[in-house]
């Protein structure tokens, strides 16, 4: 079945430090790819998605490319800021499910910044 | 605005007892999801529905029901045959089910914990 792999966390970094979580998937077909981000105590919010090969997404200064060659959605920021500071979800949707199923998570990076 | 509400946000349950979350939306969205949420296990879907009067099972069905006789309600009932029912639970709506859109729109969550 369809997977997601993401780094595991806590990621800790020093506000206005370049970030990078890795992502990688295993899915049949050609699914979406999303980034979700859960700030403490909330539900999740869509951060970014791609829908096809190529694509990149991007919001907030946060940056993904979907590579299919590597099967990656790592997601990348320049200069990140203390309120960055969340669970950020890599996800896939449509694989062998068509979608109807919702989504397939990873278990989420725990992000930390440091004043 | 539109959303969705998930009600109570923090629920105390006894041992033996059954308890219902609420889960409603008024985005006038197809389908409708639940998800668990466990310290590093990520998201892990319990239940969906693409219509009314219609849902099937996720990957970890045991224990819990659900009913969707209206499209904007999905209520989630933990039973006492679930073993470890303490947990944050998400309900989730997307647009159209079975498209490979993917986007789900999540509410608040409901913490459920159980004494």
């Known amino acids: 079945g369809d997977s997601v792999t993401q780094m595991e966390g806590p990621v800790t970094l020093s506000e206005e430090a370049f970030l990078t979580i890795n992502c990688t998937y295993t899915a049949t077909g050609y699914p979406s790819l999303f980034w979700y981000v859960q700030y403490p105590g909330e539900g999740l919010q869509l951060l970014l998605k791609a829908t096809k090969a190529d694509d990149k997404g991007s919001n907030k200064g946060f940056e993904a490319t979907y590579r299919k060659e590597t099967t990656s959605f790592h997601l990348e920021k320049g200069s990140v800021q203390v309120s960055d500071s969340a669970v950020y979800f890599c996800?896939?949707?449509?694989?062998?499910?068509?979608?109807?199923?919702?989504?397939?998570f990873g278990k989420g990076t725990h992000l930390i910044i440091q004043p | 605005d539109g959303g969705i509400t998930q009600s109570p946000k923090y629920l105390f349950r006894k041992e033996g007892q059954n308890v219902t979350l609420s889960c409603e939306q008024n985005?006038?969205?197809?389908?409708m999801y639940w998800y668990r949420q466990d310290p590093g296990q990520g998201l892990r879907l319990i239940y969906y529905s693409q219509i009314v009067n219609d849902f099937q099972k996720g990957d970890i069905a045991e224990g819990y029901s659900v009913s969707r006789e209206k499209k904007e309600s999905f209520p989630l009932t933990v039973t006492s045959a679930q073993k470890n029912p303490t947990a944050f639970y998400l309900c989730?709506?997307?647009?159209?089910?079975?498209?490979?859109?993917?986007?789900?729109?999540f509410g608040e969550g409901s913490r459920l914990t159980v004494l």
């Open positions: 996800a896939l949707s449509g694989g062998s499910g068509g979608g109807a199923d919702g989504l397939t």
């Open positions: 989730a709506s997307s647009r159209l089910a079975g498209m490979n859109t993917g986007e789900l729109f």
């Open positions: 985005l006038n969205h197809d389908a």
